[in-house]
């Protein structure tokens, strides 16, 4: 009898975490290290949330909740999907969770049965695929490709869908390649996916905030509203909020999948961390003007980043419309060999021997079902961004 469980055997450890712990453990060894595999904001929690944290301790905050949530933490996301989204959602129809992964996990496990589709986009985040093989769905990805600005194109999701499909799995902005869609663009998608009646939406829209250059946010069920009764819309504080260890996710959408979500929860974390709650509450309702200020530095960053690894030899970086992330094409390294004699044969042979060359570490386009590429997160400081960059170019230049 296997020790192991079969549905574990289905799945791969995080890629990007086995990137970050990668270059943690050189770090720790006197390696001179950047790591760009990170998909966290450098900046810190703003101070009011901390301070809203504080209060929760100090006034005992400190029992279980209620399993999906806190009332006045629900009461200020349904506030957040009006003010932002033109959404209007009750209580019964918001589910908080530890972290977006759990919210995205909960959701898939709470409702796949064996051989069950979801479509993906790919290059798509590392955890998609895996929580669906989880819970004994199949993956069915969708190309998309840096001639098309990685948005998917109608024609493709309607050839991906099947009688078995059952959800599909949209992210905008990218993890990783940064690609935004427009109101027009998600039309275009909402008209297939009304002919398809069966077909349930699940919109990661954990970007939202990052977004650049003037582009504007649209959701599904917002673009869409025949689709509001088929849709989890997704979100948290990670990103945009720079609460990555805090653990906050939550979604918003129908009472009878959002109650399926708590049932599964109640059995497995109970309730997200009570303190994060408040903090979460003082992040939603209060001031946001951080966030543009934030965004104001990330452009910086992106266009640095783009400009440099766009010049380097072999490498092609477009300019994504959101998110931290860039994600060069590497394919004209491949079939190459490094300065110190290494064959570059896949996109994972090039991150690694950058590692071990250079020093830098970004994570492989085969993580994301999007190869021959790689992403670097640009949420990391402008000077190690300079000298990470001048690295990846001496690298590039040194293949022969
Ligand atoms: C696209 C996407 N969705 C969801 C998450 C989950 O974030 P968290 O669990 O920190 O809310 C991440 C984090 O990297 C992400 O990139």
Redesign the pocket.
Known sequence: MPFLSASLERIQPSATIAVSMKARELKAQGRDIISLSA?EPDFDTPQNIKDAAKRALDEGKTKYTDVDGIPELKDAIIAKFKRDNNLDYERAQISVGT????V?FNALLATLNPGDEVIIPAPC?V?YADIVLLGGGKPVFVETTMDNGFRLSPEALEAAITPKTKWFLF?SPS?PTGAAYSAQDVKALTDVLLAHENVWILT?D??EHLLYDGSTFATIAQVEPRLYERTLTMN????AYCM?GW???YAGGPQKLIGAMRKLQSQSTSNPCSISQWAAVEALNGPQDFIKENNKTYVERRDLVVALLDKAEGLSCPKPEGAFYVYPSCKGTIGKNTAKGTLIKTDEDFVTALLEEEGVAAVHGAAFHGSPAFRVSYATSTQALKEACARIQKFCAGLK
Request: net charge positive.
């Open positions: 998909g972290g977006g992964k759990q995205l985040w955890s992210n993890n990661d954990i970007y948290g504080l990670s990103k990555t653990r906050m996710g």
